[in-house]
């Protein structure tokens, strides 16, 4: 079924305006750092962080972090995601989680256009039928192809301490294709589950890009910045585009002040795609 966006964010350094402005502070005072920090005003932490983002002294923005926990997200996104290096991530594995039933993400442009919609759900509906197929016969292959797989399975029945004799009687009583799993789950539970491991590693093959996943994030402010710059622009692709807007309201509810340097580079300075601009900049931020 289709997927919906949701973006928390579900951890940030303490106090983050203070953090940047006591360490761009440090690097011009001859004062210690406690004295630095006590000296703090809100209004001299606003005027000093806008000044440390308006001239780009980066470092000291590497102080604060922000952690999203990201659901409804396609691995296409992902995948453009994680190419974005100075952050920490984490995602669901789909050699270890099984796919009873995925969820999907849909582009709007196929949306729009109700032919193209139905073949898509068509589509993610075949790739769950055959992922479902391809785990099923797979865990008959490893009991049944003893030429192949036969050391496989003597080791998972060392492992999960199970007779060879018995579980020999066992297979002979339950060759039929259709009824196997089942039998072998209420039987041998931890051997069925050491062997759909196996499977589901090689059956998620076959899933497309479209395929849901979550994620959780982590980046500094430096990054965050580098990454809303060409994500938040419009020449994004439409489901990373609207990601990184909501991250962007979701530093807004705990730092205003910090989110007003986040965006596309267009809203900061001049645009820096050149020819591939779009020619639609968004509105100036103000400092």
Same mark, same amino acid.
């Given at each position: 079924? /289709?997927t919906?966006?949701?973006?928390?964010?579900?951890?940030h350094?303490?106090?983050p305006e203070?953090?940047?402005?006591?360490a761009?502070?440090?690097?011009?005072?001859p004062?210690?750092?406690?004295d630095?920090?006590?000296?703090?005003?809100?209004?001299?932490?606003e005027?000093?962080?806008?000044?440390?983002?308006s001239i780009?002294?980066g470092?000291?923005?590497?102080?604060t972090?922000?952690?999203?926990?990201?659901?409804?997200?396609?691995?296409?996104?992902?995948?453009q995601?994680?190419?974005?290096?100075? %952050?920490?991530y984490?995602?669901?594995?789909q050699?270890?989680?099984?796919?009873t039933?995925f969820?999907y993400?849909?582009?709007? #442009?196929i949306?729009?256009?109700?032919i193209? /919609?139905?073949?898509?759900?068509k589509?993610?509906e #075949?790739s769950q039928?055959?992922?479902? /197929?391809?785990?099923?016969?797979l865990?008959?292959?490893y009991?049944y192809?003893?030429?192949?797989?036969?050391?496989?399975v003597?080791?998972?029945l060392?492992?999960?301490?199970?007779?060879?004799?018995e579980?020999?009687?066992?297979k002979?009583?339950?060759?039929?294709?259709?009824?196997?799993v089942?039998?072998?789950?209420?039987?041998?539970?931890?051997?069925?589950? %050491?062997l759909?491991?196996? %499977?589901?590693?090689n059956?998620?093959?076959i899933?497309?890009?479209?395929?849901e996943t979550?994620i959780?994030?982590t980046?500094n402010?430096?990054?965050l910045?580098?990454?809303?710059?060409?994500?938040?622009?419009?020449?994004?692709?439409?489901?990373i585009?609207?990601? %990184?807007?909501t991250?962007?309201?979701e530093?807004?509810?705990?730092?205003?002040l910090?989110?007003?340097?986040?965006g596309?580079s267009?809203?900061?300075?001049p645009?820096?795609?050149?020819d591939?601009c779009c020619?639609?900049?968004?509105e100036?931020?103000?400092?």
């Amino acid at each position: 079924m /289709e997927t919906t966006l949701k973006v928390k964010l579900i951890s940030h350094t303490l106090n983050p305006e203070l953090v940047i402005a006591t360490a761009g502070k440090l690097c011009y005072s001859p004062s210690n750092i406690d004295d630095l920090m006590e000296k703090q005003t809100d209004e001299s932490i606003e005027r000093f962080v806008n000044m440390i983002t308006s001239i780009g002294h980066g470092s000291v923005l590497e102080h604060t972090s922000f952690t999203f926990g990201i659901e409804g997200v396609s691995r296409s996104l992902t995948h453009q995601l994680v190419r974005h290096r100075i %952050a920490s991530y984490s995602q669901q594995s789909q050699r270890y989680v099984k796919e009873t039933q995925f969820e999907y993400v849909m582009p709007q #442009d196929i949306k729009n256009n109700p032919i193209l /919609e139905q073949s898509y759900k068509k589509h993610m509906e #075949d790739s769950q039928r055959l992922y479902d /197929e391809i785990v099923d016969k797979l865990m008959y292959d490893y009991v049944y192809n003893e030429k192949e797989y036969g050391k496989l399975v003597d080791i998972q029945l060392k492992k999960c301490k199970i007779d060879k004799e018995e579980f020999e009687v066992w297979k002979k009583e339950n060759k039929s294709c259709d009824t196997f799993v089942e039998s072998l789950r209420s039987t041998y539970k931890r051997l069925c589950s %050491a062997l759909e491991k196996k %499977a589901i590693e090689n059956a998620r093959y076959i899933f497309p890009n479209a395929c849901e996943t979550k994620i959780i994030c982590t980046m500094n402010l430096r990054s965050l910045i580098n990454f809303c710059h060409h994500r938040c622009c419009r020449r994004a692709q439409e489901e990373i585009n609207k990601l %990184a807007w909501t991250m962007v309201e979701e530093i807004e509810k705990v730092s205003p002040l910090l989110a007003k340097s986040l965006g596309a580079s267009c809203q900061f300075g001049p645009c820096p795609e050149g020819d591939m601009c779009c020619m639609m900049p968004y509105e100036k931020k103000n400092k």
